[in-house]
């Protein structure tokens, strides 16, 4: 199948990046949000892509704009799903949430219509049905600051047609991205399976003050040659995830350690301490510490 034309639903963080990137490597691009006012804060996420995207790849303020042209957005999910080659939905992790958002845009959808989730934590299968297509639906993922950390991982369900696997993952080549082709459904795909222990290790020692974050990313960072540590990606993420991040582990029997970071990450919220989406986290924005020659220095 060859695709062209693509409806993004959620106006998030990642949403507004795969529908930016689908846009500058010229797809037709529709982003739908539930109303106006997100729709706007969607265009905001879009707009200060740009810098990112001079910086990181080079391009000119005319390739961005280039982008741009390719890009609509609409409150309207029936009309824009119409026409749609393909759909990755990008809205919040709430299972009840997508089934219905699934319900829905399968009676307006074309019957050609591939269907993909950008879920981080929920498999496939758990959907498929809902969809009215198994057969057309599968999960790609992708990691935050999606330009330059281009992987898309595809995972399909035991349902999923094969034909309609290697669409996606022409797709996912064609859009500038190295598709990560999962065999089998795992939670967490292969990126979130090794990085979520990281990020929740470095968490319960903050949490249980034996060192505090900017001690854990040195250590991290001096010992692997690793860019960053568990906190500077924490920011990268952005905390309004980091909240959601599954926190079970073994040497937590009663919760008190997972407890503990949930608390500690709310105050982060409530004092509007988002990460890079808001230049504060565990660092400051645009120029963070962990970048500062003399971070990692005695």
């Known amino acids: 199948m060859n695709i062209q034309n693509v409806t993004v639903a959620g106006g ?27 729709l706007t804060a969607a265009k905001n996420r879009i707009t200060a892509l740009r810098g990112g995207y001079k910086q990181d790849l080079n391009v000119t303020d005319s390739d961005f704009d280039n982008g741009l042209a390719h890009l609509n957005y609409t409150d309207d999910i029936d009309s824009t799903v119409s026409h749609a080659d393909l759909v990755i939905e990008a809205i919040p992790e709430n299972a009840a949430m997508k089934t219905t958002f699934y319900n829905q845009i399968g009676n307006s959808a074309p019957d050609t219509a591939i269907f993909a989730s950008n879920s981080s934590t929920m498999l496939p299968s758990q959907f498929a049905e809902a969809t009215g297509r198994p057969e057309r639906f599968l999960n ?25 696997y290697q669409d996606v993952v022409t797709f996912a080549k064609n859009m500038g991205m190295v598709p990560i082709q999962l065999k089998k459904e795992q939670p967490g795909y292969v990126l979130n399976s090794m990085l979520t222990p990281l990020m929740v290790a470095g968490m319960s020692l903050w949490a249980t003050d034996v060192a505090d974050p900017h001690t854990i990313d040195k250590t991290w960072m001096i010992a692997t040659g690793a860019p960053m540590g568990p906190f500077a990606i924490l920011d990268m993420i ?7 991040v599954p926190l079970a582990q073994a040497g937590d029997p009663d919760g008190k350690i997972a407890a503990a970071i949930k608390a500690k990450l709310q105050q982060r919220l409530d004092d509007g301490k988002l990460g890079i989406e808001s230049g504060e986290g565990f660092y400051h924005y645009p120029n963070p510490e962990f970048q500062d020659p003399d971070f990692l220095k005695a």
């Open 238 to 244: 952005g905390t309004r995830t980091a909240i959601t």
């Open 140 to 164: 790609m993922h992708f990691a935050n600051h999606i330009w330059v950390n281009n992987t898309a991982e595809i995972m399909g369900s035991p349902k999923t047609n094969s034909a309609v």
């Open 12 to 38: 998030g963080v990642l949403g507004s990046q795969i529908a930016y990137q689908a846009a500058f490597k010229a797809f037709n691009v529709t982003l739908y949000d539930i109303n106006q006012q997100a």
